[in-house]
């Protein structure tokens, strides 16, 4: 029965995830080929050429895409889960590595990450840019028009109910678009066949033979035809592999390479058409509703970047890596589908900004392809660890697997960076400061819970050495502290202020641990310490959503106790870190920064889902 209901869901989840996955490479055909030959400068649009270039693309989506993501990359799961921080948590857990050492490993792992926050600024600009500027070819006259309709777009892009609303659409839309992408080609193909000679080697080997310095100029305009590969790994536990790999052979590669083929086929009839060979395949009377339909295609892939960018900030708050941000679920049926008012806000400004600097989509093709190629190249380095150390393979077989990899992310790390100066900066400068926050974040957090433990009292020694000058009074007090070895300083001051402590008092420490989810069997561990204390934690995984009240409720039914969350008050530290001089910590600056962050996260109640009602703050002051 089991089998037979995954069967009859297997259609939906292939349609569904052709949406959300592929949207992203499903859009390069509006401008990949057209870059190819626009990075080519002077090479004569002939038949060797043409072809030549064709085969190359073939081969990289085979290679990159169908053998390294498919058939490699995505049998690294983390508990079914995928995208670079779950590999990262994954290597964490798995790798035998001296702890000096995962240093390298986080670094490569928030690069990685940084880089995909790179990439869901720039995806939206030159999706939605690429698609309107169909309209150029339709008419002349709305050329001044194509980068404020490119901007009106853009604003509805970060519409907060957009993805939760047009989530039921997704698959049904991509796949017209594949189905249009597909039909398209066909129809140049039947009328220059000879193009179908791209899928041989001989043209990709002949062509670099015969042009070494053109190829690898060409080679960084033709990675944006397999932009999406970290998608395809990063969106696996939504759906899971086979839906994705049945999506991809039956539908995606078949549509996106006699698309490819079709430009090629008009080119060889046409040369002038690289113009935009996109657009001139289509049939005149069908040009606007392809414009619409590309919009559509660009909206979708787009929205599917901006959804990753925000799962992935979520999972780094989970694990520590960034500060509390207030996120909002915009779906009541699907757990993945969340909105993060901040992040939202910053995209729209930088896709704004990026739109205005660079007009046009050649331009910012130039800033997409190194955040591609750097995340790939991070993507290679973290699956060659997994294999190593979760796989146990040995090191001659992993490096025989690998190194064809390798040498294919640094030939298109290498090509990609020759456009530096000409746009490359931007994803840098953002994966940058990205990985600056993540790693600065991380340092202050650890800095801040050593100084929090060798500043107030073990736990153990504060419970025997509690006196008669302590007045306990009726309720529950529970104490949300990271450092549950030590007296929460929230305690302290009640005791302090207040002179009194409450019949019970429940020290609770949030684990998050490195897999997607944890079951609520594992959720809870209860201690208890004394006749009035007792010891908490609740664990979920980077994917869970933490509710306190919830798991307090599943603590309570265990120790026997009756719950009632009005009887309870939820006791939270305010802390305020102040710099200091002479302290052994991070640079100024970083501290600084630090404080920031630290000073403008969202309240742990708000995080933990707990009524505000019931929450008592105190403060306290921390130097680092």
């Given at each position: ?245 049945l999506a991809w052979f039956s539908i995606v590669l078949p549509s996106l390479l006699l698309n490819y083929a079709g430009q090629g086929a008009l080119l060889l009839r046409n040369p002038a058409a690289i113009e935009n060979p996109f657009y001139l395949l289509v049939p005149s009377w069908a040009l606007y509703p392809m414009i619409v ?332």
């Open positions: 029965m089991q089998s037979s209901a995954k069967k009859a869901a297997l259609p939906a989840m292939t349609l569904a995830a052709l949406g959300v996955v592929f949207g992203d490479i499903g859009t390069s055909p509006l401008y990949a080929l057209k870059e190819s030959f626009h990075a080519a400068h002077g090479l004569g649009i002939q038949p060797e050429n043409v072809l030549g270039i064709l085969s190359i693309i073939f081969w990289c989506l085979t290679l990159i895409i169908s053998i390294k993501y498919i058939a490699v990359v995505m049998r690294a799961d983390n508990n079914g889960e995928g995208g670079i921080m779950a590999l990262l948590a994954l290597n964490l857990r798995k790798a035998k590595i001296p702890e000096d050492k995962k240093i390298y490993l986080i670094a490569i792992g928030f690069i990685g990450a940084s880089l995909f926050f790179g990439d869901g600024i720039i995806t939206p600009a030159i999706s939605v840019l690429s698609a309107v500027e169909g309209l150029s070819v339709a008419t002349d006259v709305l050329d001044p028009f194509i980068v404020p309709i490119a901007i009106v777009i853009t604003l509805f892009l970060m519409q907060k109910k957009g993805t939760a609303f047009v989530g039921k659409f997704f698959g049904p839309i991509t796949l017209i678009w594949f189905l249009s992408l597909g039909i398209l080609g066909i129809s140049s193909i039947i009328q220059t066949p000879v193009v179908l000679g791209m899928f041989s080697p001989h043209w990709a080997i002949q062509f670099i033979y015969t042009h070494p310095v053109m190829s690898f100029f060409i080679m960084g305009a033709v990675v944006l035809t397999v932009t999406g590969g970290e998608a395809l790994y990063a969106d696996m536990g939504h759906f899971g592999p086979f839906p994705i790999r339909l590309a919009t559509m295609a660009a909206v979708i892939a787009s929205q599917a970047v901006i959804s990753g960018v925000f799962s992935l900030a979520r999972q780094a708050i989970q694990l520590g890596y960034l500060p509390r941000l207030t996120i909002k679920h915009t779906s009541e049926s699907e757990e993945g589908q969340i909105y993060v008012p901040f992040l939202n806000w910053l995209l729209l400004v930088a896709i704004i900004v990026l739109i205005l600097i660079f007009q046009n989509s050649s331009n910012l093709a130039s800033a997409y392809g190194l955040a591609v190629t750097l995340t790939m190249l991070c993507d290679t380095i973290l699956v060659a660890v997994f294999i190593y150390s979760a796989w146990k393979w040995s090191l001659p077989k992993v490096l025989l697997l690998i190194i064809p990899f390798l040498i294919i992310d640094l030939v298109l790390v290498s090509a990609t960076s020759l456009k530096m100066f000409s746009g490359g900066w931007v994803p840098l400068l953002i994966g940058a400061i990205a990985v600056t926050i993540l790693m600065t974040w991380k340092r202050g957090r650890e800095i801040t819970f050593a100084r929090l433990e060798h500043d107030t009292l073990p736990l153990d020694l504060f419970v025997k050495s509690i006196g008669n000058e302590v007045h306990w009074v009726s309720g529950d007090a529970v104490f949300l502290t990271g450092t549950p070895n030590v007296v929460p300083h929230a305690m302290l001051h009640n005791i302090k202020h207040n002179k009194v402590l409450h019949e019970r008092n429940i020290l609770v420490t949030v684990v998050v641990q490195d897999i997607p989810y944890v079951s609520q069997d594992e959720r809870i561990a209860v201690e208890t310490l004394a006749d009035h204390f007792y010891r908490i934690k609740i664990y979920y995984g980077f994917k869970d959503e933490p509710n306190v009240p919830k798991a307090l409720r599943q603590a309570y039914e265990q120790l026997e106790i009756e719950y009632d969350l009005m009887q309870i008050s939820f006791f939270i530290s305010r802390d305020r870190i102040i710099s200091t001089v002479g302290q052994q910590g991070m640079r100024p600056w970083r501290e600084k920064l630090f404080i920031s962050m630290q000073r403008n996260t969202s309240p742990v109640s708000d995080f933990y889902q707990i009524p505000t009602n019931r929450v008592v703050e105190l403060g306290s002051q921390i130097e680092i």
